[in-house]
């Protein structure tokens, strides 16, 4: 399976973004799906996933309410649509996919066996 990630840019505070994450080689339409990202000088974080069965899961509150995680099975594709964006949000983020994770292990990364490169999304004030 490979994952392609793409929609980053440069985005002004308030903006918004939608990335993509298209995968080939298999469907991943029943795997847990997620996005992770990793800004400069710090790990890779959470930032929100789908479950098996469809429940979405958001790393924080604020990310709840301004990010929306999403999926189109017939494109076999994810997708993170990210509002009201701010600069702390500046990071590359990544895609991956797992047949294997269950629910209560969306958030970890070592869950995951598939990974796309990243996309580098700036926020700037």
């Known amino acids: 399976v490979q994952l392609q990630a793409s929609g980053g840019g440069l985005v002004q505070a308030g903006g918004s973004l939608r990335l993509s994450c298209a995968a080939s080689g298999r469907t991943i339409s029943r795997d847990a799906v997620a996005w992770f990202r990793q800004a400069p000088g710090m790990e890779r974080s959470f930032v929100a996933g789908?479950?098996?069965?469809?429940?979405?899961?958001y790393a924080t509150d604020s990310m709840k309410g301004r990010f929306t995680i999403s999926r189109d099975s017939a494109r076999n594709t994810v997708y993170l649509q990210m509002d009201s964006l701010r600069p702390d949000d500046t990071a590359v983020y990544y895609c991956a996919a797992g047949p294997s994770v269950i629910s209560s292990n969306l958030r970890n990364q070592n869950a995951y066996a598939y990974w796309g490169l990243g996309t580098l999304v700036t926020v700037s004030s």
């Open positions: 789908i479950n098996r069965s469809g429940g979405r899961i």
